[in-house]
């Protein structure tokens, strides 16, 4: 914004004043070199909406796979009660064929060995039945056992998702009637902050207001190395007006994005890599924009913390 307002002062200058050809070019590459800024920053949007929907499709993948490894444990308790009742009636079979064989000692020596070679065959096919089953148990204790870990890791994440919500209300008590929300959706936790909040209308320059709420934030994440960071800049539908570096909402919603970014690094010693800026524009409203209301309801930054999920992604991989 500074920039541009530079970029317009010179233009005044320009107009309301002779300048030499000299001049005037110097000004032009200044504007083109705003134009390419502004392009970059466009094509740095799509690369961070890319990696959101990345991550959001290793969340859905997760969830997939618990879902399988409980079919897959119900599917091979199913089989491991129809063996036993298998090898239930081998048993039986064993018994009657053993009794039967004394029966035949004194008997013809063909019919002794006819009854000899069924019971070995006999014996065999219940050995055979009771190594698949050992092998079934074994593969259903480790199927549980692998359920149970996951299971296990997804509550640790769960609590310490719930645990971050906490520390992150604590932190912001005092900004609750500013117009801010902390809540838990899909295992992240959003921090939802208002434009009246952070910004004036139209504006990129983050309020005083808006700052003490961000470093407040800053403090709790700098003491969580663990935890993404997303941040999403949102908009109404309402055309924007006016001239700027920004053009559209697009550009609104990024340029505000980052300038949450820069007062969060700048708060606290946060690794850079750990955050993602972003801008949605008018396309992710809360409500829909009929009122003014409402309108100011979609007008808003979310601070999306997410955990880590290397653990988990072992455990699927290892299966």
Known sequence: MKHWVFFMALIVIFFTSCVTSKRYNELD??????????????????????????????????????????????????????????????NELNVLLEKNYKNLLAGSETETKRILSELRDAQAALQKREDELNMIQHTLEEKSRR?????????????????????????????KDSGLTVEVKNGKVYVSMSEKLLFASGSTEVDQKGKDALRELAKVLEKEPDINVMIEGHTDNVPLRGTGCNKDNWDLSVTRATAVTRILLASARIEPSRITASGRGEFMPLVNNDTPDNKARNRRTEIILTPKLDELFKIIESN
């Open 147 to 175: 359920l149970e870990e996951l299971e296990r890791k997804l509550a640790e994440k769960d609590a310490q998702v719930q645990l971050l919500k906490n520390k992150v209300m604590e932190a912001l008590k005092g900004f």
């Open 29 to 90: 590459a200044l504007k083109n070199k705003l134009i390419h800024e502004n392009d970059s920053m466009r094509a740095q949007c799509l690369s961070l909406e890319g990696a959101l929907a990345d991550a959001s499709a290793e969340n859905v993948l997760l969830r997939n796979q618990r879902a399988g490894l409980i079919e897959d444990t119900t599917q091979m308790g199913t089989r491991m009660r129809y063996l036993t009742g298998k090898n239930k009636e081998l």
